[in-house]
């Protein structure tokens, strides 16, 4: 037989100290006084048994903080048992300020069915109406109906009620089957698309029709047969083989030919006898006046630029310039360098001038340092230690008897003794103090005189050597005389200018007429050439070049015409070549795209017509689930939850005339509700238990409620623990719960543990729950505190024996 056999608590909520319960009996009586521990010991063994306490959870989420007792620091429980379907028989949990460790001793579906249908907390046993009803926001289902589906076993039906949900409405789909409502979607966007495919099609064959006749066009201007067109990369490669550009750039160069000839014609064509004439007579005078001044001024000038290219052997003077060129060349060397060398020169005297000074300076500081030597010798025989001496020894003259010889000093002179050494030490302290500050100036006079030989040596090392200063004095002389030299001969300079540009402009004016005549037999031997190169006649030598030229010209424009028309047509073959590939390669995808699309929207409509179907069948199956859920649903509820709760409420409550119900779901297609109502005894239908009962039978409503759902489905743990549930009932009731208490244990094979309060109460219960047969056992339990607040357990067992009374 399944049950708990022992629990063993230390330090746990209001219980002090360590107790070990028994619990190995049918019946187990609990009682004690506010604040012994019952409601403790009773948590304890839900947290034993499932490692919660969710009795406790629905009133404080943070109960964990407070399970421990408040001067301790952990907890423990064991609790063990017989007959379990579990893993093991007994376990040891241990709780803490933050957490509890250790399993629990029982899975976790028993665990939700014994918080549920086993153990009903005195706290939970007034609200119990209320917490079944209670439905939470973030799950789909109250208390109350979790029972129900589990009883009627509902879960598959409602999964299945569930999962075809969607199949209502097939907007539903969107999310959960995406892949329909994609179909639904995809076939008539599918099918706009294949009307707009279409036209383009259409409109690519119009194309192909209109390239190919531009192209035949091209072909005909080429003298290339228009079926080459059904060979499009042969067709390419005997357009691109050949081509006119290389004529075109050949006949564009024979057009600058013969427009640079016609230039040089007109450029020869004018002039006459007497201008050639002219130019011969300019000619000769011009160099005549130039060798006239070239052995006069000129010869002067040659002379003196002469003489400044060998001061700057150097520089070159270039004499492309002319005359004026060269002079002027001249003169800013000669300048530059003038401007240099007196500037030398001036740096050299100021270098000169102050040396000397330096000198002096050196001399002067010299002899003042040999000054200060003397004098600081004359001072330092022995003044500042002499005055140290006698200083020490003027506090022991006291007459005129020298303390060091001994002789009367008054013999020698009418001065005191002592006033004559104390005049002496003065004296010598003078001195010393004279010694102090000629020894100062003697070093500053030192270190002035070394700056002045460090900087006079510096200077004469920089100083212009003596030889390279005479040198550039005499350079300067020279040029001096050759730049008074080059400034009397500026205006035979530009007077040689003149006379040479002159005789070079009528030089080349003479030239240009005596080239002309060669370049005219040189102009109609090109020409020649040009006509053999057009592949026209040669001109007879009476025709005007002018005539031959205008021939040339007419001759290249008509080619160039011709071979520019075959170009464009070529390119023109070609461009239209690309559009057409383009053209076909646009329709051939374009074919493609419309059969796949086809064959996608034959295979989209086939999906959506199987999926279809399949949603009717689907929508067919959740109403026969409906309705069968229904059936079920109303017939247990009134052959089952109903009598149960019926029968046990009205023989706790025999007077109260509404008897609390399951109401049975109204609404056959929608999700299972478990609601309460109330049931007139006479017929008819009343409000919620809570609204229409008193406090007293509300309590019996809510206990009949907890032993029926316990007693309406195969018990899980055949197990019963109530914390004080006779809270405002009456002696009838009292009376009539002992006896179905006493009903569940002898009959129903239910272990009961109850705590109670009231000691004449507990001791009725011992009475009416007494052992009636062999085996049967009981178990009374009194929880007291002893002086040191400990808590203390009073165990007493109860077995069966027969009533010799009766026997007798």
């Not at 039906?157 to 999962?163: R, S, T, V, Y």
Request: charged share 25%; net charge negative; proline share 4%.
């Amino acid at each position: 037989m399944t049950r708990l056999t022992s629990i063993s608590v230390t330090d746990f909520r209001s219980i002090r100290g360590s107790i070990v319960v028994p619990l190995d009996a049918p019946v187990v009586l609990i009682h004690g006084q506010n604040g012994a521990g019952k409601t403790s010991l009773l948590s304890a063994i839900e947290l034993g048994l499932t490692g919660q306490v969710p009795s406790l959870a629905r009133v404080d989420p943070d109960y964990i903080g407070h399970l421990v007792h408040k001067e301790a620091e952990t907890s423990r429980i064991q609790i063990s048992g017989s007959g379990l379907a579990q893993p093991r028989s007994d376990t040891e949990l241990r709780v803490s300020r933050t957490q509890i460790t250790g399993a629990p001793l029982i899975d976790e579906v028993s665990a939700r069915f014994y918080s549920e249908r086993c153990f009903l907390a005195q706290a939970t046993l007034g609200r119990l109406l209320e917490i079944y009803e209670d439905k939470d926001t973030r799950k789909s289902d109250s208390t109350l109906t979790r029972f129900v589906k589990d009883l009627l076993g509902l879960d598959h039906l409602d999964a299945l009620i569930d999962g075809l949900h969607d199949a209502g409405d097939v907007r539903r789909f969107r999310s959960t089957v995406p892949a329909y409502w994609e179909a639904r979607e995809n076939i008539p966007a599918l099918s706009k698309e294949l009307e707009r495919v279409r036209p383009e099609l259409v409109s690519l064959d119009e194309a192909e029709t209109a390239t190919s006749s531009t192209i035949g066009e091209a072909l005909a201007t080429l003298s290339i047969e228009p079926g080459m067109l059904l060979e499009i990369e042969v067709l390419r490669d005997r357009l691109g083989r050949t081509s006119e550009e290389p004529e075109l750039q050949r006949l564009a160069g024979l057009r600058r030919n013969v427009g640079a000839v016609e230039q040089q014609w007109k450029s020869i064509a004018g002039g006459s006898g007497e201008v050639r004439s002219q130019a011969e007579t300019r000619a000769s005078e011009s160099a005549a006046a130039l060798e006239a001044w070239r052995a006069g001024p000129g010869a002067v000038l040659e002379q003196t630029v002469a003489r400044g290219t060998a001061l700057f052997p150097s520089q070159q003077i270039a004499s492309d310039g002319g005359p004026v060129s060269q002079h002027q060349v001249l003169i800013r060397s000669v300048g530059a360098e003038l401007d240099r060398l007196r500037k030398l020169l001036e740096e050299s005297a100021g270098d000169d001038t102050k040396l000397a000074a330096f000198n002096q300076d050196i001399e002067r500081a010299q002899a003042r340092v040999n000054i200060l030597e003397k004098q600081i010798a004359e001072h330092t025989e022995n003044a500042g230690q002499l005055a140290k001496t006698l200083s020490e020894v003027l506090p022991h003259v006291h007459s005129d008897d020298c303390p060091v010889c001994g002789r009367d000093f008054s013999e020698v002179s009418g001065v005191d003794l002592r006033a004559h050494v104390a005049a002496r030490i003065g004296d010598l302290t003078e001195r010393a103090s004279s010694l102090q500050a000629l020894s100062r100036e003697r070093v500053q006079t030192v270190s002035a005189l070394t700056d002045a030989v460090r900087q006079r040596d510096t200077l004469a090392s920089q100083r212009l050597d003596p030889k390279l200063r005479d040198e550039a004095k005499t350079r300067e002389a020279q040029l001096a005389e050759l730049s008074r030299s080059l400034a009397d001969l500026n205006p035979v300079a530009e007077s040689g200018q003149k006379l040479t540009e002159d005789a070079v402009v009528a030089s080349k004016n003479l030239v240009a007429f005596q080239s002309r005549d060669l370049q005219g037999e040189s102009i109609r031997e090109t020409l020649a050439g040009l006509a053999e190169t057009l592949g026209v006649n040669v001109p007879a030598d009476n025709v005007g070049v002018a005539d031959i030229v205008d021939r040339f010209n007419e001759s290249i424009s008509a080619k160039t015409t011709e071979l520019e028309k075959r170009l464009s047509a070529r390119r023109l073959a070609v461009s239209q070549l690309r559009e057409l590939e383009n053209v076909r390669a646009r329709r051939a995808a374009l074919k493609q795209e419309t059969k796949s699309i086809e064959s996608r929207i034959s295979a989209l409509t086939e999906n959506k017509e199987a999926a279809e179907k399949i949603i009717l069948d689907a929508r067919e199956l959740a109403k026969r689930a409906r309705d069968t859920r229904t059936d079920i649903v109303r017939r247990v509820f009134n052959d089952s939850l109903n009598a149960i709760w019926r029968d046990l409420f009205v023989r706790l409550a025999p007077e109260e005339p509404f008897v609390p119900a399951f109401a049975l779901p109204e609404n056959a297609s929608g999700a299972v509700e478990a609601v309460l109502e109330t049931h007139y005894r006479s017929g008819g239908r009343g409000g919620n238990p809570r609204a229409m009962l008193s406090a007293g039978n509300l309590n019996t409503a809510a206990l009949t409620l907890f032993l029926s759902l316990h007693l309406s489905v195969a018990p899980v743990l055949p197990w019963l623990v109530i914390d004080d549930p006779v809270q405002s009932m009456d002696e009838v009731h009292i009376a009539q719960f002992a006896a179905l208490l006493r009903t569940l244990s002898k009959g129903h094979n239910r272990q009961i543990i109850i705590a109670v309060h009231e000691k004449q109460l507990f001791d009725y219960l011992a009475l009416e729950l007494a052992p009636a047969f062999q085996d049967d056992r009981l178990i009374t339990i009194e929880l007291s505190r002893g002086a040191d607040g400990a808590t203390l357990m009073s165990y007493n067992p109860i077995v069966w024996h027969p009533d010799t009374a009766i026997a007798a």
